[in-house]
């Protein structure tokens, strides 16, 4: 979600309930003082309506006159006096007649001269309607003032943001074993200004220590390499001499198999920092199903010595764009691990997925967390000759290209995943 997606319902929530609240409050504070004014009017109305017929010399002439008012209207009472409520009191008559109309009613009964009169003032309220209306525009107008409001906020956030994107585009595209300087484009926007600034520097440092690591890299390679196959060669030649018991022997061989296992190290450790480094960076379709077939027709001399059965059940080519070193390394290290992690007499399956490859095999199932075959230097079977290193290589990999790799165990039956 971006930004000012995140940001903007608070505030159009927030504006909207003081948009309804206000609306609200100014409805009834509204009707409150328009009712008040009408029912003071009507009490004045009162007051001179009662004035003039008590006044009056001639009441019959007085309430003559009042008949052309069709908003007072007196009619005498003929009824007990003790049944006749003297308190005045509001109330509202609905003219349903075109056109409609809704009239506040002030009925007032009273005594003048011997008689009983009851007076109704009446004023037409209709225009409380208009009120009504007119604060329903200004929800209404205050509501499309705000989508104009986002819609006019969201295109200049736009420009706003814009060298914060170009900042973004440019770190997308780079590259940090051949560019140094991410050459941010320059704005004249303090905090963004500041932030090409920082991640200038920071890809400064990122790439100086790129260097310094692959260098390090290769030459620790090479100068750990150099003495161990010089070692490797002298102890061939020690092992030709002729004066050599069976007990030298056998030190000078265990010495070399060492060796040999050191350099193995070395050239797994290397890769993996070449890898964690990103420096194989060609990139073409490699076909898995190949690649297995040939790590299989590797793994000969271990298979035949296990009398383990090969299952290939992959039918159709798989293929995958990644660098084709990796992707061997790939297939070499599942199917070693598939075999050399079985039992006499077992199998080793390989088949296909629509979008991966499964490596089964029948070996004993795990003592550990599935998670830590993909540590470093560890190891299921602590007596294992393995350097441990197999499936890290693999997993870093996968990650590498955003592989997934899964460890499963069916009765008598392992799988790898990929």
């Known amino acids: 979600m971006k930004l000012v997606r995140k940001v903007l319902p608070p505030f159009i929530v927030i504006y909207l309930i003081i948009v309804v609240a206000l609306g609200i409050v100014l409805l009834f504070a509204v009707g409150y003082w328009y009712y008040n004014d009408i029912e003071s009017n009507l009490v004045e109305k009162r007051d001179h309506v009662v004035r003039q017929l008590m006044e009056t010399k001639d009441i019959n002439i007085t309430l003559e006159s009042f008949k052309n008012d069709k908003d007072v209207v007196i009619t005498e009472i003929e009824s007990n006096p003790l049944k006749i409520n003297y308190t005045d009191y509001f109330t509202r008559e609905v003219s349903y007649h075109a056109p409609y109309s809704i009239y506040k009613v002030l009925v007032v009964n009273t005594y003048i001269e011997g008689r009983y009169y009851e007076i109704k003032l009446r004023q037409y309220t209709n225009n409380w309607f208009s009120f009504s209306m007119s604060i329903l525009m200004y929800l209404v107008l205050s509501i499309v003032l705000m989508w104009l409001f986002i819609r006019f906020a969201r295109w200049y956030t736009r420009g706003l943001w814009q060298p914060f994107y170009n900042s973004l585009t440019a770190l997308r595209k780079y590259d940090l074993e051949t560019n140094s300087q991410l050459n941010l484009p320059a704005t004249d926007i303090e905090e963004f200004s500041l932030l090409n600034t920082t991640l200038n520097r920071i890809a400064r440092k990122a790439h100086q220590n790129y260097i310094s690591q692959k260098e390090f890299s290769e030459n620790a390679s090479h100068e750990l390499q150099t003495p161990i196959a010089s070692m490797r060669v002298k102890l061939e030649l020690l092992m030709q001499s002729e ?176």
């Open 243 to 418: 004066n050599l018991g069976r007990e030298e022997m056998d030190t000078i061989q265990s010495i070399d198999d060492q060796l040999g296992k050191l350099s193995r190290l070395v050239k797994t450790l290397t890769l993996l920092s070449r890898i964690e480094n990103r420096q194989f960076t060609l990139t073409e379709p490699v076909d898995m199903s190949q690649l297995a077939k040939h790590a299989v027709d590797m793994m000969e001399f271990q298979i035949d010595q296990k009398q383990l059965t090969i299952e290939n059940q992959v039918q159709q080519k798989l293929m995958v764009n990644m660098n084709p070193t990796l992707a061997e390394v790939l297939m070499n290290n599942l199917v070693k691990n598939a075999v050399l992690h079985n039992i006499s007499g077992g199998f080793v399956r390989i088949s296909t997925l629509p979008r991966g490859f499964v490596i089964d095999n029948s070996g004993a199932p795990l003592r550990v967390d599935p998670d830590t075959l993909y540590q470093r230097f560890f190891k299921n079977d602590q007596a294992s000759k393995s350097m441990g290193l197999g499936l890290a290589l693999v997993k870093k990999i996968c990650d590498l290209y955003n592989f997934t790799i899964t460890y499963k165990y069916q009765y008598k039956d392992r799988k790898s995943v990929v």
